[in-house]
Structures are given as structure tokens and as C-alpha cells.
């Protein structure tokens, strides 16, 4: 077994060394994003409407970056798997000019139609949440740029294997960002203004450190900055082949996210809080997940450039019983703590039993259900195959998903809990699809370098 080990691209050291660093960032983002609210909410209640309406957007275009991101990682994947490293260093320099490019597009359509956002997607809205909202958006819209520059370099150092890296940019981000809120906040009683600009400020610092690093010529991918930009458009379509699908595959997720709050907001009030409650913790629930489902991508990207299948079964049956294993610790966790956070919290006592209910309900299913129904699509990205997966995923949400929210929430009077098992149905429905599609092997030889 030794002598075959050591044939194989990613050894337990560089897994570790990759999957950690993954696992950290995406903790800092949701702690950070917790620490935001909290400081968001001293403000007053208007302004948290107002950002939290802008954010919305704002979240809508980062996964799209962030899926842009993806499809640049998996070509500069392959093409390392490949060792043609001139054509890895090609994709990343094209995705980095394209991305900036597309944002530079999106924030003056976001400034154009500014009162169209405001008046017309936001609909009538108090006016003191309206100058809140027109505030925040204002400041923000112009670090789009910037988040597609840190998504896209980020991205590629995950395609390195280095994303030590981008956790230490990330670090920076969110200390940037954390004590600009506090310093304009409770220093100088700053209004929206003082979320707004520190938030501004951070992706500015993390879009010039990890660009600043990436033109390195040390490592293997490396980016060419210069104002003479010749776009290729043969390796552009290769990177919206992946982003795109991807894309719309978390715009459609985010679009039924909204729609199943819609719904949530008709139980009341004691729903609304325990559904807030239950997301909160379940980004906690499914972090590692997600975490290694980033490092999925990275793995198996090289491994099919290499054109080696053995290996991208080996590492795909490996990492998603990683993700068993992490899934198990952390829902362990959150479930034995679950009496004190919900002190934390001072919830009713309806509130705090239906919350109690949802969380271990889906702590269940995250160990049973989530590495099936979120692991083993990334290998499918990685392969090439992100349209096969965009097509399963979507039809799953919309058919499943938010069906089954109306007539077991709704119809059925299970209320807010029924929302939670429609999305486990939904979960279900993926992991049957997905492992039907890998045991069929349609998925591979589909490399895009």
C-alpha cells in the first residue's frame, strides 16, 4: 500500500495542509458575519433592514464571483494535472482580467439603476430604512471589484494547493473590517456609514494583498499584470463553461432561499426568530462541508488533467468520508451545546423548542445526507460536468424544496419545521441523482483543458 500511496497528487500532509486553512476561513466568514450583525444592530433597527436588504444583493453577486472563481480554478486544475503550466498561468491571468472586467460592468449597472434597486426590488420600505439601504449601497457597490479580485486570486491559490494563503488574506479582510466597525461605530457614533466603509475598505486591502501575491513569479501560477489586456476567448468560454453553470446554480439557490423566507414570515413571529436562530447555527453545522467541498475541487481538477480516474475515485471516496467524519464532531458539538446557546439567545420557550427540534432534526441529516448531496457534485464540477449538475440541483430546489415548504409548512400544518424537512427532501432527492450519475461514469471524460 506505501508503494502505491506515493504515486498519488495530494498525500495526508498536503490535505491537511490544504483542507485546514479552508475549514478556518470559512469559520472566520461566518463569525465574522456574526459580529457584523451584532454591531450593524446598535445602529438601530432601521439599519439593520437597510444593510441586511442590501446584502442580499450583495450576497447574490459574490457567489456569482465566487462561481467564476470556480471555473477558473478547475481549468488551471487540469491544466496543472497536465503539467502544462504556461496553460494554468494563461487561465488565471484571463480569469483575473475577465472577472475584473465583468465587475467593473456590474457596479456602474448597479449605480445606473440605483433607484430602480431601491424603489422597485426593494419595494415600499420605510423611509428612514430607505436611507439606510441607499446609503449602505452606495458605499459598497463600489468594492464589487474588489470581492471579484480577492475571489478570483483566492480561487487560484486553492488551485496551487495553498490555501494558507488565502486564509491569511482573509484574516486581514476581517480584522480590517471588524475593527473599522467598532472604531466608526462606537468611536465616532458613525451611522450606516461606519458598516459601510470599513466593509469598503477591507476587500479593497484583501483585492491588493492577494493580486500582489499572485504576481509572484516564484510559484507555479503566476499572473502578467499589464494595461495591454488581449482577452482569449477560447479559454474564457473553458471558464464560463464551469462559472456559468455554477452560477446560476447559486442564484437560483439564494432566489429560493428568499422565497422560502417569504413563506416562513406567514407562521409568525416565533417562526421567523426560530428559523433565524436555526440558519445561524446551521452554517455552523455544514462549515466543514463546505470547507472540503472547496478542496474537492482543487484535488480532483488536477487529478483529471492527469487524466487519472483511479485517482479521482480514490480522492472523492477519501474526502467525502472526511466530511462524514467532520460532519459527525461538529454536529456532536453544536447538539450538546444546544441548551446553552439557546440560553444565549433568551428565546421563548415555543421559540426555543421548535429551534431545538429543527437543529437536532438537521444535525441528523447533515451526518446522514449533506456529504452525498454536496461533496460528490464538486468532483462533478471539477470533471467538467457543471452542467449535468446545475440541471440536478435546480430542478431538485424548485420541485422539492419549495413544493413540499407549502404543502408540509403550509398545507400540511407543520409550519416552520416542515420548511426545514422539505429542504431534506430536497437533500434526498440530490444524493440519489448525484450517486446515480457517478455510479454511471457519464461524468468522466469530460476534461475542459
Known amino acids: 500500500m506505501k508503494a502505491k500511496t506515493k504515486e498519488y497528487l495530494f498525500d495526508n500532509r498536503a490535505l491537511t495542509a490544504l483542507i485546514v486553512p479552508l475549514i478556518i476561513e470559512q469559520a472566520l466568514a461566518v463569525l465574522v458575519g456574526m459580529a457584523d450583525s451584532i454591531m450593524v444592530a446598535s445602529v438601530g433597527e432601521a439599519a439593520v433592514s437597510g444593510v441586511s436588504l442590501v446584502d442580499n444583493i450583495m450576497v447574490l453577486l459574490i457567489n456569482v464571483f465566487a462561481a467564476l472563481g470556480t471555473g477558473g480554478a478547475v481549468v488551471a486544475g487540469q491544466y496543472l494535472g497536465q503539467k502544462r503550466l504556461e496553460g494554468a498561468r494563461r487561465a488565471a491571468e484571463q480569469l483575473v482580467w475577465f472577472i475584473t472586467l465583468c465587475a467593473v ?83 465616532f457614533h458613525r451611522g450606516t456609514e461606519g458598516v459601510a466603509i470599513p466593509t469598503l475598505v477591507s476587500r479593497i486591502t484583501a483585492a491588493f494583498l492577494i493580486m500582489a501575491l499572485l504576481a509572484d513569479r516564484k510559484r507555479s501560477i503566476w499572473v502578467r499584470f ?174 422539492f424544496r419549495i413544493v413540499f415548504s407549502y404543502i408540509l409548512g403550509k398545507y400540511m400544518g407543520m409550519g416552520v419545521f416542515g420548511v426545514w424537512v422539505a429542504m431534506i427532501i430536497d437533500w434526498v432527492v440530490r444524493a440519489v441523482c448525484f450517486l446515480i450519475r457517478y455510479r454511471s461514469g457519464r461524468w468522466k471524460h469530460r476534461a475542459i483543458a
Open 226 to 399: 499589464s494595461a495591454k489586456y488581449r482577452p482569449d476567448w477560447g479559454m474564457i468560454r473553458k471558464i464560463l463553461g464551469i462559472g456559468i453553470p455554477n452560477g446560476l446554480e447559486n442564484s437560483m439557490f439564494q432566489l429560493g432561499k428568499i422565497i422560502v423566507l417569504s413563506l416562513v414570515s406567514t407562521f409568525g413571529t416565533y417562526a421567523i426568530a426560530a428559523n433565524a436562530v436555526s440558519n445561524t447555527l446551521a452554517s455552523f453545522q455544514v462549515l466543514p462541508g463546505m470547507a472540503i467541498t472547496l478542496a474537492v475541487t482543487t484535488v480532483i481538477a488536477r487529478c483529471v488533467g492527469a487524466g487519472d480516474y483511479r485517482q479521482v475515485s480514490y480522492y472523492t471516496k477519501k474526502l467525502t468520508l472526511i466530511t462524514y467524519g467532520c460532519m459527525v464532531v461538529t454536529n456532536v458539538i453544536i447538539v450538546l451545546a444546544l441548551p446553552l446557546i439557546l440560553k444565549v439567545y433568551n428565546l421563548s420557550d415555543k421559540t426555543a423548542a421548535v429551534t431545538s427540534d429543527i437543529v437536532i432534526f438537521y444535525a441528523v441529516c447533515c451526518v446522514l445526507i449533506w456529504p452525498l448531496a454536496f461533496t460528490i457534485p464538486a468532483t462533478f464540477r471539477a470533471s467538467g460536468d457543471a452542467k449535468m449538475c446545475m440541471i440536478i440541483s435546480v430542478a431538485s430546489m424548485w420541485i
Open 105 to 187: 460592468a456590474v457596479t456602474f449597472v448597479i449605480y445606473g439603476c440605483k433607484y430602480w434597486i431601491l424603489h422597485g426590488v426593494f419595494g415600499q420600505i420605510d423611509g428612514d430604512v430607505m436611507g439606510h439601504a441607499d446609503t449602505y449601497l452606495m458605499i459598497v457597490t463600489a468594492s464589487i471589484p474588489f470581492i471579484a479580485l480577492y475571489n478570483g486570486g483566492a480561487a487560484i491559490f486553492r488551485t496551487m494547493g495553498n490555501s494558507e494563503i488565502s486564509m491569511r488574506v482573509s484574516i486581514v479582510m476581517n480584522v480590517v473590517n471588524i475593527s473599522g466597525n467598532a472604531i466608526l461605530i462606537y468611536g
